[in-house]
C-alpha cells in the first residue's frame, strides 16, 4: 500500500509542475508574422545577389528584389507578369536563426485579405518588371508581397533608408545583424 502511495505522489507531483515552456507563447511572434523580418537576401543595383544576412523568411522563386537594401527605387523581375504588389511595415526579428523556410514555404501561404488590412502601400500592375518609388517610406523593414497573374502568392524583405549612403548601407546592414 505504501508503494502505490508513493507512486501516486510521485505522479501527482510530476503532474503539477510548470509546462509553460512547452506551450507557446501568445506573445512569441511567429514565423508566419506578416510584420516580422527574420532576414534579408542582398542584391545590387543590377539585381546580382551580393550576400545575405540573418535567415529570410522568404518566397521568392523566380523573382528578384533589388537593390537590397534599397534608397529609393525597388526593382522587382519576375519570370511570369505579377497583377498585385502590397509593401508592409516590419520588425527585425532573429528569433528564426535555426528554422528551415524553403521546407515551410510549400504548405504556407497568406491571405489577401490579411495583407489589404495590414498594406501601407498597393499597386496594381500588369508586368514582370516594375519599379516602385520608396520615397514615403520612412527608414526600416518591409515585406513585399506579390501576387503573379496565375494568383500565387510570393513575399520578400527588405530595407529601406532614403537618407543612407548607397555605397554604406549593405554594411550598416551587416553590422546591425
Not at 534579408?40 to 539585381?47: F, H, K, Q, S, V
Not at 526593382?75 to 511595415?89: D, K, R, V
Not at 506579390?146 to 500565387?152: E, V
Request: charged share 20%; aromatic share 10%; net charge negative.
Amino acid at each position: 500500500m505504501r508503494t502505490f502511495i508513493l507512486i501516486l505522489s510521485i505522479l501527482f507531483t510530476l503532474s503539477c509542475e510548470d509546462n509553460s515552456s512547452d506551450t507557446p507563447n501568445s506573445e512569441t511572434p511567429s514565423h508566419e508574422a506578416l510584420d516580422i523580418v527574420t532576414g534579408i537576401n542582398l542584391r545590387d543595383a543590377n539585381g546580382s545577389p551580393i550576400g545575405q544576412i540573418g535567415n529570410p523568411n522568404v518566397y521568392t522563386p523566380n523573382i528578384f528584389i533589388f537593390p537590397n537594401p534599397a534608397v529609393d527605387v525597388l526593382t522587382i523581375s519576375s519570370q511570369s507578369n505579377l497583377e498585385e504588389i502590397w509593401i508592409l511595415p516590419a520588425t527585425k526579428n532573429t528569433d528564426f536563426e535555426d528554422t528551415d523556410f524553403e521546407a515551410l514555404t510549400p504548405t504556407f501561404t497568406y491571405l489577401e485579405s490579411d495583407l489589404a488590412q495590414a498594406e501601407i502601400m498597393n499597386n496594381q500592375i500588369n508586368s514582370n518588371l516594375v519599379q516602385i518609388n520608396l520615397a514615403q517610406l520612412e527608414k526600416g523593414y518591409y515585406r513585399v508581397f506579390y501576387k503573379h497573374n496565375d494568383g500565387t502568392l510570393k513575399w520578400d524583405n527588405i530595407y529601406t533608408d532614403k537618407t543612407a549612403n548607397e555605397c554604406c548601407l549593405v554594411q550598416t546592414l551587416i553590422d546591425e545583424w
